[in-house]
């Protein structure tokens, strides 16, 4: 695993993720310490003013092909507000008004309120992961889960985590969905 790890993570050094615990977030460690094989997810430390995707690749040389960007949607039907989580390459973008609609079966859909999602799901803006999140669908883009590592956010802004892109595939509530990720034009 620490090949795979070394190229996505760029110039930093990677630890098994629950040997830090300390660099996760409260609902990441838990959903980890629940996984048969935590031992192949990652984990680095970063200056949490670059946690954004970009600066984050700039600074460390990490492939933005091999960083995902993890988004919470909501949409509302007869008054029920439905979440999704989606996982998109961060060289591509949720296809929200598309592929997201309808897949939540609503009229509108659109990027959940930064307040709104950090009390959803106890994570820190920017570091938000589909680990540890409700119980909500987990859409991977097919790109993200055939990678053989790739950058997600670990919950807080000063770290990332480094994970098999099968792994996320194996996640409660986890569905590769065709055209979730549109490129970036």
Known sequence: MTEQWHTAAGTLEVLEALQRPDLLADPVRES??????ARS?????????????????????SPLELSANCVVVAGKRAGEVRYAACL????????VNNVVRRRLDVRKASFAGTDEAVELTGMAYGGITPF????????????????????????VRRSKLIVPGELLTRLTGAEVVDGLGKPVS
């Open 132 to 155: 540890g999140l409700p119980a909500w669908p987990v859409w991977l883009d097919p790109a993200v889960a055939e990678a053989p590592a790739v950058v997600v956010g670990s919950g």
């Open 32 to 37: 980890l310490r629940g996984l048969d094989d």
């Open 88 to 95: 998109v390459l961060a060289t591509t973008r949720a296809d």
């Open 41 to 61: 997810v990652g984990v680095v430390e970063i200056d949490p003013d670059l946690a954004d995707t970009a600066e984050f690749c700039a600074t460390y040389g």
